[in-house]
């Protein structure tokens, strides 16, 4: 069984950045696909970024050149850095691992962009 906890979530203002990260539980993580998907209220949940195991990234075109995906497959993370923010970017922000017809998601942690 895997787990994902994600942290990193906060208040930021406009223009702010924030990283968050996702660790993983168990000894898939490497060779995983991990991503982060959002959920704003109101709204359906979305892919925000993806990262092959051997680091190829996938980015919705909402966050190309503000957001940043990352993994460490030592520590079993990955990460999000998230510049430039936008309150449309306020959300509850999930980590997600795919491998085969295996998925798992974190519980996730909300991000708010706001003056």
């Known amino acids: 069984q895997v787990q994902l906890v994600e942290s990193g979530g906060g208040l930021v203002q406009p223009g702010g950045s924030l990283r968050l990260s996702c660790i993983a539980s168990g000894s898939i993580f490497s060779i995983a696909l991990m991503g982060w998907y959002r959920q704003a209220p109101g709204k359906q949940r979305e892919l925000v970024a993806t990262?092959?195991?051997?680091?190829?990234?996938n980015y919705a075109d909402s966050v190309k050149g503000r957001f940043t995906i990352s993994r460490d497959n030592v520590k079993n993370t990955v990460y999000l850095q998230m510049s430039s923010l936008k309150p449309e970017d306020t959300a509850v922000y999930y980590c997600?691992?795919?491998?085969?017809?295996?998925?798992?998601w974190g519980k996730g942690t909300l991000v708010t962009v706001s003056s």
């Open positions: 990262i092959a195991s051997g680091g190829s990234t």
């Open positions: 997600h691992l795919a491998l085969q017809l295996r998925r798992y």
